[in-house]
Structures are given as C-alpha cells and as structure tokens.
C-alpha cells in the first residue's frame, strides 16, 4: 500500500511552488492529475538550459517536479472545460492552485463551488502573499518574495548585501508547506469528514525559516548582523581557507572548540581570555580566524576534515552542485533516480530527484516519468464517464 493510495488531486499549479508541492504528493502515491491549457502547457515546459526540450514542451524545469503524474489539456474558460473540471473535482480529493488569489472565483470554479459539489474537498490555494491583506493582489515571484522577508538583508556580508539565495528558496519552501498542510487536511477528513480551504503564502512561508534570526530580534532585540559564511551562534564557525580550498568548520560546542586547537596544534588558544568562552570567542572571531587559518593552510581541506570528525567536530569539504550531486552519501540514499522517458527526442532516460522522507512501510518512489503534455486526457475523462466520441467533439471544439 503507498502512503496516500486512493487519493486522487487536481493540480492546476503552474512553475514551481505550486509543482513541488503536488511532486511530493505524487512520490507518496497520490493520483495527481495535472489540469493544463491546450497547446501550450503550463510555463515550465518552456523553461531550462536545453532548446531542444522546451521546444518539445519538456523543459528541465517542468520535468525537475512533475514524475508521478498525468497529464490533461482542459480548457477552463469556456462553458464544456468547466463542466468537465467541476464533474472531476466531484470525485477527486484535493485541488491544488497557485493563481492569484480571485481568478478561480471568477473562474466559477473556486472553493465555495467546489465545497457545494464535494463536501469532502481540501482546496490548496498557493499565492504570494496570501488570499488577503494590504499585498494580497500585488505580484509575486520569488526574487520578490526574497526581499520582502528580509532574507536578501540577512544575506551576505559588507562587501555583498543585500544578496539571494541562489534557489528559488520561497517559492521550494511554499511547496513544502502546502504539501504539510495537504497531508494534515487529509488527516482531519478522516476524523470529521469534513474538507477545508488551505491559503497558502510564500511570504508566511518563508518567515519562520528565520526562526533563530527573527527571535534574536523579536526578543532580545539584536539586530542581525552580516557575517558571510560565518554561523552567528557560534565561533569558531564557518568557512575558512586551507591549502587547497575551503573547510567549513561548525565548533559550535564548547568542547568541539577544544578540539579544534588541539587537531590544529593551538591549544595554548583554549585559554587565551579572548576566546576561552563562547561569547568572548564569538566577539573575537575576527581575531581567531587568521589564527587558525595559519595553520589550515598548512595542509589539504581532505586531511583536515578527517582529523576533525575524528574528533566529532563537525567539518566538510565545500562540494560543487556536480560533486554534492553525485556524492557517495547522495548514491547510498537513493535521492535521485534515473528514470526512462519515452517520445522525448534526444532523451531515453533523466535524473530526477525521489522522495527524500524513508518511509518504512509505505516508502515513495518514481513509478513514472513527468508526462507529455494531454498524455492522459483521454484516460481520465474515460475514468469520469465520458464516451470516445464525446472526448473526439471536445478536441473538435479545442476544449482539450
């Protein structure tokens, strides 16, 4: 049995948030039908590093978060689209969409509609700031977002701030929390029976990853401060240079520090008065790193990290995206998957990430490559009782 056998989702999500929510659905064994414009396709098809697949409406960002599930065409807009939508979402579970907030209402086909159908449905809204609100119609993208939360000020140091992250970290971490917010809906039916709206934020999102930050302001009333790679809660702590590179470095114990100066031949340094305790090693930091990395640099960023986990001192290399990819960590864990494609030209087979949580008994898995688009409409409209000859006068009229 999978996680979420038997539950079947309509995604109407398009680019990123909305699409690695709904992934995770469909890793957990959820039935998820992904509903999209005819013709075109949602936008990530069109979107990655190789023309050959956009064109072929493929893209690497639409297969990055798209495996498991089936695709539709349906159009939306006109009279038969909605009544094909509305009689799917009569028999389906959850309903998932990142428009902006208002466009399904408009639609007809919005949560109110939805509920008087299918008093069980769980409807996910995705926006960027939430159904309501003084921004709650304003437009969002995820550089945007970053901004608005402060993340980018956080970011960096003197010389570079303000500074993004370099993934669209608030639109991942909506997915996530949406999927969180699905998983537990469903939970809640089970008890009551009952279905539920679900607005989702990037920006509520992405708030409280900033937890120790925030609180160190909210409540101690510390503003932050720009450290660069270094951790504020703790010194020594971060990146530091070694003969051939870069060691990150994360001391953040009192006897891990004691560590440190003995593998690097400083243990004079434990009782030095500027860094002998937390918070006056903390404040000293710039004074302790060109210390120690007199001596890192002494030898390889290997032979250091050895000898310090020896020590259980935390401490690891500074890998490329290649080489973090392609680690033997990564391999043993089974957190990408290489899966067969067919119908895409120059492709047989691509890596895609699996799911992540391990599961003992209901473990997720690809089962499927991210689909061609309407791969699966004339299935699912069978499923819902329509006849061949009906689907042959939907696609006549460009409904699907």
Not at 36 to 62: C, H, I, W, Y
Not at 99 to 128: H, Q, W
Not at 132 to 140: L, R, S, V
Not at 341 to 347: A, D, I, L, P, R
Request: aromatic residues 6%.
């Amino acid at each position: 049995m999978k996680l979420l056998e038997g539950i079947r989702v309509i995604d109407l999500t398009n680019v990123l948030s909305g699409p690695f929510c709904t992934v995770h659905l469909s890793l957990c064994g959820a039935e998820v039908i992904k509903v999209e414009p005819p013709g075109t396709g949602e936008l990530a098809r069109k979107l990655g590093n190789v023309p050959d697949l956009n064109k072929q409406l493929m893209g690497t960002s639409f297969l990055a978060q798209n495996a498991n599930k089936k695709s539709i065409t349906l159009n939306l807009k006109k009279p038969e689209g909605k009544e094909i939508f509305l009689k799917l979402a009569k028999e389906s579970d959850v309903v998932v969409e990142n428009f902006r907030p208002g466009v399904m209402d408009r639609l007809g086909l919005g949560y109110k509609t939805l509920t008087e159908l299918n008093s069980r449905i769980i409807y996910c809204a995705i926006s960027g700031f939430g159904q309501t609100g003084p921004d709650a119609f304003k437009p969002a993208y995820d550089q945007i977002v970053q901004g608005l939360s402060g993340i980018m000020a956080i970011n960096g140091d003197e010389r570079l701030n303000p500074l993004r992250c370099g993934f669209p970290v608030c639109d991942t971490v909506a997915g996530v929390n949406a999927a969180f917010a699905i998983m537990g809906a469903l939970y809640y039916r089970e008890k009551s029976g009952e279905g539920q709206f679900i607005d989702i934020s990037m920006l509520d999102s992405i708030m409280p990853l900033m937890g120790w930050v925030a609180a160190n302001l909210l409540i101690g009333k510390q503003q932050p401060v720009l450290l660069g790679n270094d951790n504020f809660t703790a010194a020594p702590s971060g990146t530091f240079l070694t003969k051939d590179g870069y060691i990150n470095i994360a001391a953040n114990k009192q006897e891990q520090w004691e560590a440190v100066t003995e593998v690097l031949g400083l243990p004079e340094l434990k009782e030095d008065p500027r860094f002998k305790e937390r918070d006056t090693r903390k404040a000293n930091r710039k004074l302790l790193t060109p210390l120690m990395e007199e001596k890192l640099k002494e030898n390889t960023t290997a032979c250091w990290v050895e000898a310090l986990n020896k020590r259980d001192v935390p401490s690891g290399e500074i890998l490329s995206l290649e080489e973090a990819l392609t680690s033997p960590q990564i391999k043993h864990r089974n957190t990408i998957q290489t899966v067969p494609v067919e119908g895409v030209e120059g492709f047989s087979e691509v890596k895609l990430f699996n799911l992540t949580a391990k599961f003992e008994k209901t473990p997720g898995a690809i089962t499927s490559a991210p689909p061609k688009l309407s791969a699966h409409t004339e299935e699912v409209l069978k499923s819902i009782g329509y006849t061949v000859e009906q689907i042959k006068e939907f696609q006549e009229k460009a409904i699907i």
